[in-house]
């Protein structure tokens, strides 16, 4: 019992860390003073100011294109990619993910300042160069995901297949990409996770006056806060929510309906 | 399609490889070893040496230990708890400690700043309790809570995981054969999840040791990190060899890092690591 309740404590107080900062900035957002401290009454003004600050919108939509398009195309590469690698010999396969490894451990930083150098020598920094630094760092995400489902796979199927007359398109489309799809997708979703909260690849990569909701944030936050900037955080924190609460919801409602299926 | 073939299909990364990986590391190892006009030199690297730049690595270093080791003291006990959940609301639970991570990483920053700047929300409750208030904004102190903070998940995360794995009925067996909880903790727990634990460590150390916006927003210009030094010498001093020079020196540290935490990890369980 006392084990119990000590766990429970823990859990709060975790709990309290986690969400006490959360829990102050949708606080400020509805506050109708600029002070930090002292609470001026409900006010929506800051949300009405945030939907007329053009930085933020601009800031927002190249986010969202950012992260759609860098997404879509790594998952595409780093599908043809995982299929072509789970292909190779042994030793063709370890070079290959040796390379696949260098993005996901390097330093941030350093990725996003190798690049530059790159991007600077051949052409200007602009939308296209963010987007292939995005690129370059989701495939890894994407291949990490395909190829276990690959493992799994049975090659006898798909060669049965192909012996009964199935085009090699076709015995893909109808053995290979139902077992490896979930991979995909949650490939596809976890780029689009590090696209959306990237920072420091961006920074170095973009060009002047393009910005994306992390680099532009940190621009106005070395200049001073402005209090939008709660309300954008309140917009945010309940849109992950929603997202995350209607995958969850939505993967377990799958799940039950296969089992019913099965049984 | 046979195998030769399908191997063809992983020739556009191949290209993205060499022009996106490879060459960009070239590129950097280039600017790393010439000078300004071109001459081959050690100079940028050993730059490292100068006290400004060794006094940034080693507080770099001493405040991604300290962040590492708060964030594992914190997330060890978390996802033993977590584990025990009842598996029905086991899923919601571990849902609830991933979500701040969605939450844009500057956003979390801004948080910080509100709850530690002077006259920001922690200071108030203690000014109404009576209690002297903490003048931590600016310092590395503020820099350390941010850090874990932000990276308490991706400690969480993967221990959970390990631990999520161990079978219940070894340890039904365990207490069967009369093991205590402290020997089936030693036994059984701890070495089933060290993958996990090497994992955790990897991935909060290498962003602690090498982020710059953390120390850039709440340091005040008086924290200065590593990460700090080389983005000021891109950015503002436009003197890329300087900083390509000590983004190698940073790179070797991560590298070590790496090495020397997979090296413990005898089972090989951190699959994405070498």
Redesign the interface.
Known sequence: MVKKSAERIYLGLIFLFLYLPIAVLIVLSFNNSKSRVVWGGFTLKWYQQLFHNNTIKAAFTTTIFITVISALLATLLGTLAALGIHAMKAKKQAIMLGATNIPLLNADIVTGLSMMLLFVRFTKLGMSTVLIAHITFNIPYVILNVLPKLRQCSQNTYEAALDLGATPFYAFRKIIWPQIRPGVFSGALMAMTMSLDDFSVTYFTKGAGINTLSTMIYTEMRKGIIPEMYALSTILFFIALILLLVMNFGSSRKDKLAKERIG | ?N??K?????????V??IG??????I??LY?ALTNQTGEATLSNILAIGTPIHSKALFLSLKLAFLCTAICLV?SY??AM?LSNIRKKHQ???V???I??M??????????????L?N???IN?VLETLGIPPLDILNTPTAVVFCMV?DF?PFMILPIYNSMARIGKDIIEAAKDLGAGSVTIFFKIILPLTISGVVSGIIMVF??A?????IS??LGGGKVLLI?NV??QA?MQEYN?NL??GL?IV??VF??AS?ALMSAHDKEGGGA???
């Open positions: 399609m195998k030769l399908r191997q063809f299909l992983a020739g556009p990364y191949l993205w490889i996106f990986i490879l060459l960009p590391i590129m950097i600017y914190l006990p978390l708890i899923n919601l639970i849902f609830i400690f979500l701040p969605w939450m844009n990483f500057m956003l979390r920053i801004l948080a910080w700043k509100m709850l700047s006259n920001g929300v108030s903070y308490l290498v962003p040791l090498t982020s710059f916006a850039d927003l990460g080389i983005e891109f890329w900083g390509s983004s940073l790179m991560v590298i790496m994405g690591v070498w």
